[in-house]
């Protein structure tokens, strides 16, 4: 469960999961895209997920809930910037 919000114009992202795996990916996501303006999400580039070697260590759907993950936090990134 991914949820938003936006305090002055910065999305503070929080998140749990039960699998322990997903509690850190999405905990490097937040630490990465919290504190931010929905313009510098929907325009950053998630390079430092190759960069780190991150998805080479995940199974396929591990690879695949991480790219969900992202996607979604620009897509609530999208919906708050043209509010």
Do not use: C, W
């Not at 795996?21 to 950053?44: C, E, W």
């Not at 390079?47 to 620009?74: C, V």
């Amino acid at each position: 469960q991914l949820n938003a919000e936006n305090i002055d114009n910065k999305l503070i992202f929080t998140a749990d999961s039960d699998a322990i795996i997903t509690k850190g990916i999405i905990a490097i996501l937040i630490r990465v895209f919290s504190n931010q303006s929905p313009k510098d999400i929907v325009d950053a580039k998630a390079d430092f997920i190759e960069e780190i070697g991150l998805k080479q260590h995940l199974s396929q759907t591990r690879a695949n809930g991480l790219s969900s993950m992202i996607k979604q936090i620009k897509l609530y990134a999208v919906g708050y910037l043209n509010k």
